[in-house]
């Protein structure tokens, strides 16, 4: 069964970092582009960075560029999201996703790992 969970998150002051980790368990994440995305309270889900299968060319949001920064580990089928400078509005859920024929729906959107940037 093909399944994304999300862990790292916390609470963190503005200026701090975290290391979001999504581990794939019944499938190899690195045949697939996989994308981190985020939802704070009433907001849309935004996508926050992607990563492609060949880990050529990473997508970064605007208000995350230069700050954050997307990676894989194959050994560990894991895909991770170091944020650094941490900002208030960073503040929320974040997702992650593999892309297939469908979009990013290689997996159900699971409970996502909670982020919380405030001093």
């Known amino acids: 069964q093909v399944q994304l969970v999300e862990s790292g998150g916390g609470l963190v002051q503005p200026g701090g970092s975290l290391r979001l980790s999504c581990a794939a368990s019944g499938f190899s994440l690195d045949y697939y582009a996989i994308g981190w995305f985020r939802q704070a309270p009433g907001k849309e889900r935004e996508v926050v960075s992607c990563i492609s299968s060949s880990d050529d060319s990473p997508y970064y949001g605007d208000s995350v560029k230069g700050r954050f920064t997307i990676s894989r580990d194959n050994a560990k089928n894991t895909v991770y999201l170091q944020m650094n400078n941490l900002k208030p509005e960073d503040t929320a859920v974040y997702y992650c996703?593999?892309?297939?024929?469908?979009?990013?729906?290689?997996?159900?959107w699971g409970q996502g790992t909670q982020v919380t940037v405030s001093s």
């Open positions: 996703n593999g892309h297939g024929p469908s979009g990013f729906s290689l997996g159900s």
